[in-house]
């Protein structure tokens, strides 16, 4: 990836070669992809989408970040796209374990950086929630759950609370682990029912191998069926693509080596995802190889393993040079991060080196339940804003732990966390929601680009 052309001024022009980098296609071409359009939706998608946007405007001082702040802060393995639905339940060590356990659950943008890079994305992304789903109540933007449209949406003096107990809660966290009254192998793993997140916790739970939706509702149950000759994937024809012979025994002989077990059957996964949602990817279906009887029992000896093309990390850019790590290729450098700030990683984790591109290979997690803007912004009642601050606080909590475990020899980051940021902590949260208000602004510019070329189907802003 080339650096955005010099003699670009306009910030039209800016986001349209920055999203043509990644994406290929420009936003205002005469049929724009599918991730465009969907970044189009709202300013939240917008900002799912684009983060080469965001280490651009850090690159060039956009963002209020004080330099000084930077500069007394040791580097650290980061999420790299860190927002607040790339945070969840999932269980440890893939479809390996039982144990269901809430933190960041996306490692695809994962290098060496700055911890502030993550603070500042997730903040941003507390404001545009707030923002999401008042603009939801009030008609401006669709929302995938209507019934959210009878709720009450937090507002912009709650979110600011949010983004202030996210950084106070990812301080007192480092600071704990420096004290010892905190381990770095702690995992947030248990939800009270007075709790925002408990019903998602409760969901996880049921979808886990034991779970009494197991054999219905997990990532497996979704996915694939019994048929005479054992489990394959089901005929989902907006999900999977079926592959012709060749293809499939070209597949199957090259990352058999890979799994745990058999391959019992190979698609192409498409539609998947929002900023990697045009990356081609595959789902492989492992297990033992003789399975006769539909039970329980034989599925849980099941489980999908995806396959997938990686790209650079959104940070590196800019900033590669940060660290001999970040020289790793793409998928490789996701999995010594993701080995390194998990506390049980995937089993099946690899990369390989395929067809001229790297591709990430991860197992998919049975119980994996994702976190909408809706879960989190939406509130039944006048107290909207105790599970918005609530969920900003776990997210604090789990990004901090998974800093920390990146330098296992010392506590010297932690240190610096808890004495450096208090000090600049009130200009990190307007900093932050004043770019919030910048990525409205860039929504608009990309909404404006997406409808340019396609007068008869405009979006609707």
């Not at 989408?49 to 650290?76: K, M, R």
């Not at 999420?79 to 269901?100: K, P, R, W, Y």
């Not at 990146?406 to 980051?413: G, H, K, L, Q, Y």
Request: some cysteine; overall charge neutral; charged content about 25%.
């Amino acid at each position: 990836m080339q650096e955005i052309n010099k003699e670009v001024t306009s910030r039209e022009q800016v986001i349209s070669q920055l999203l043509e980098q990644v994406d290929n296609i420009r936003p205002d071409s005469k049929k724009p992809c599918a991730k465009h359009r969907t970044m189009a939706a709202n300013p939240f998608r917008f900002f799912r989408g684009s983060a080469q946007v965001f280490y651009y405007d850090i690159y060039h001082n956009n963002l209020g970040i004080p330099q000084a702040l930077t500069e007394a802060l040791p580097n650290t393995m980061v999420m790299g796209d860190c927002h607040l639905s790339n945070f969840g339940f999932f269980t440890e060590e893939g479809s390996h374990s039982e144990t269901v356990i809430f933190g960041p659950n996306d490692f695809d943008d994962a290098c060496i950086g700055s911890c502030l890079w993550d603070l500042m994305r997730f903040s941003t992304s507390l404001s545009l929630t707030a923002d999401f789903c008042q603009g939801v109540a009030a008609g401006r933007y669709m929302s995938e759950e209507p019934s959210e449209l009878t709720q009450i949406a937090a507002s912009d003096t709650e979110a600011k609370e949010a983004i202030k107990q996210f950084f106070l809660s990812y301080i007192n966290t480092c600071k704990q682990l420096h004290s010892g009254e905190l381990k770095r192998k702690f995992v947030v793993k248990r939800f009270s029912e007075e709790e925002r997140l408990y019903p998602l916790w409760k969901k996880a739970k049921k979808r886990a191998v034991g779970g009494k939706h197991f054999l219905t509702k997990s990532a497996l149950a979704k996915a694939a069926e019994w048929s005479t000759s054992g489990p394959k994937f089901k005929d989902l024809p907006k999900k999977f693509v079926l592959l012709e012979s060749a293809e499939y025994q070209e597949i199957k002989q090259a990352l058999e080596p890979y799994v745990d077990d058999t391959i019992l059957d190979i698609v192409q996964r498409i539609g998947a995802g929002t900023g990697s949602v045009n990356m081609e990817r595959y789902y492989l279906l492992v297990g033992p190889s003789k399975m006769t009887e539909p039970s329980s029992d034989n599925m849980a000896l099941c489980h999908i393993v995806e396959v997938k093309k990686q790209r650079e990390a959104a940070p590196l850019q800019y900033f590669k040079s940060l660290s001999p790590v970040n020289q790793l290729n793409p998928a490789h450098l996701t999995v010594a991060c993701k080995r390194r700030m998990q506390r049980r990683p995937d089993l099946v984790l690899d990369d390989i080196q395929w067809r001229n591109q790297h591709f990430l290979i991860r197992s998919r997690h049975h119980a994996k339940v994702g976190v909408s803007p809706e879960d989190i912004g939406f509130s039944a009642s006048d107290n909207s804003a105790s599970g918005f601050i609530e969920y900003a606080e776990v997210c604090g909590k789990t990004l901090a732990l998974a800093h920390c475990r990146a330098d296992r020899r010392s506590t010297r980051f932690e240190e610096a966390v808890f004495t450096q940021i208090p000090a600049y902590l009130d200009e990190l949260i307007c900093s932050s929601m004043a770019y919030a208000e910048q990525v409205k602004i860039d929504w608009e510019v990309m909404v404006k680009l997406v409808n340019s070329n396609n007068k008869a189907s405009t979006i609707t802003e």
